[in-house]
Structure formats: structure tokens, C-alpha cells
T-cell receptor, first 117, second 110 residues
């Protein structure tokens, strides 16, 4: 009964490098969400994806950040040219996308803690 | 967009007492209100949720109430135990984008 999986759990990058975060949803879930949590703060929505489609990216910074959820494989959150302010915990959540339900329950992964040196 | 306010930011209670956390939201279209518990360094875990067609929901020591007219909802934990110590987040949504409150750090003193 595997839940949401994220890897790596910890990632250290130097300023200017790229960070690639992966998320495998619960088996059978077709909806994926990414949230960012700064130290001592709440979670902030970044992006909502379904297979091969970005549904809502209103929380994504306009530059350097991108996300995808391909037909096969995990969802990827990519941060190019990282800066110190990108240091945070990045959580992925998934939901089943039940027909007839306007809002699904979201289950969170363990997060990736990104540290930018 | 949705805005969720959560109070208090910290809450210290004696073991066995009750804890109450309150949240308000701004978007009257919001219809789903989950509560998550997050221990240090861990993932947020869903502990209870409520949808706008009910006013109250209970699961053992945890209960949530919802007042759609006033746009607020509350989490009640009775008979608190040391393992209830964590940060609790409320959230609200009208679709699939959760807007979280700022969190309440709960400390249960033995």
C-alpha cells in the first residue's frame, strides 16, 4: 500500500545549478499537486497537474520553475538556476480524481528538502 | 483568490485538556475544508475533513465544525495526549487548489 513517493528526500545545490524533484503519486491517482513550505511557515500551492496536462499553475514563479506529469513516469518539478531563496521543503500530493467529486482528498508525500548553498 | 486565517499560532495545553483551533476563509465558494497534522520534519497528514453539506464531523477525539454563513471552521481535540503535539494546518478550497492557514503549533504538556 505505497503512498506518495518523493525523491530525493534531501537535495543540496549550489547557486546557479538545476534542481529536479520527482513525485510518484499513489497508485491509481491521476492528479498531482506541488506545494512549497518555507521554514516555520505554511504550505503554498504551486501547481496542479493531471496526466500530460497542467491544470493550474497560478502559484508557480514565472521564471525558472516548471512542472510536468508525463503519461509514463513520475511528476517532475524543475527549478533552473537555483537561488538561496529557493531553499525550502517541496511537497507533492496526489488525489484520485474521482468522477462526480468537485474536490478530492489530497495525500502528501514525505517532501524534498532543498538547500541552496 | 482564497485567503485563510488561522488562530492561535501557538497553543499550550495540559494533557487531558481540550484544544481548539479556529480558521476563517474568504471565498464563499469554498466547499472543502481539510485539517492536516505535521510533525517536525514529516509530511502533512490528513486527520479530518469536512465538506460544506455538513456542519459537524467527529472522529474519536477529533471534531470539526463548519459555519458557512460566518465563513469559519474549527478543530476540536479532546482529552489531549503528548502525541498530539505537532503543527496543525487548516485549509480551504473550492476546486483542487488548497489554500492553507499559517499553522498552529500545539504543545501538550504531560
Amino acid at each position: 500500500n505505497a503512498g506518495v513517493m518523493q525523491n530525493p528526500r534531501h537535495l543540496v545545490r549550489r547557486r546557479g545549478q538545476e534542481a529536479r524533484l520527482r513525485c510518484s503519486p499513489v497508485k491509481g491517482h491521476s492528479h498531482v499537486y506541488w506545494y512549497r513550505q518555507l521554514p516555520e511557515e505554511g504550505l503554498k500551492f504551486m501547481v496542479y497537474l493531471q496526466k500530460e496536462n497542467i491544470i493550474d499553475e497560478s502559484g508557480m514563479p514565472k521564471e525558472r520553475f516548471s512542472a510536468e506529469f508525463p503519461k509514463e513516469g513520475p511528476s517532475i518539478l524543475r527549478i533552473q538556476q537555483v537561488v538561496r531563496g529557493d531553499s525550502a521543503a517541496y511537497f507533492c500530493a496526489s488525489s484520485p480524481g474521482l468522477a462526480g467529486t468537485s474536490t478530492d482528498t489530497q495525500y502528501f508525500g514525505p517532501g524534498t528538502r532543498l538547500t541552496v548553498l | 483568490g482564497e485567503n485563510v486565517e488561522q488562530h492561535p499560532s501557538t497553543l499550550s495545553v495540559q494533557e487531558g485538556d481540550s484544544a481548539v483551533i479556529k480558521c476563517t476563509y474568504s471565498d464563499s465558494a469554498s466547499n472543502y475544508f481539510p485539517w492536516y497534522k505535521q510533525e517536525l520534519g514529516k509530511r502533512p497528514q490528513l486527520i479530518i475533513d469536512i465538506r460544506s453539506n455538513v456542519g459537524e464531523k467527529k472522529d474519536q477525539r477529533i471534531a470539526v465544525t463548519l459555519n458557512k454563513t460566518a465563513k469559519h471552521f474549527s478543530l476540536h481535540i479532546t482529552e489531549t495526549q503528548p502525541e498530539d503535539s505537532a503543527v496543525y494546518f487548516c485549509a480551504a478550497t473550492a476546486g483542487n487548489k488548497l489554500t492553507f492557514g499559517g499553522g498552529t503549533r500545539v504543545l501538550v504538556k504531560p
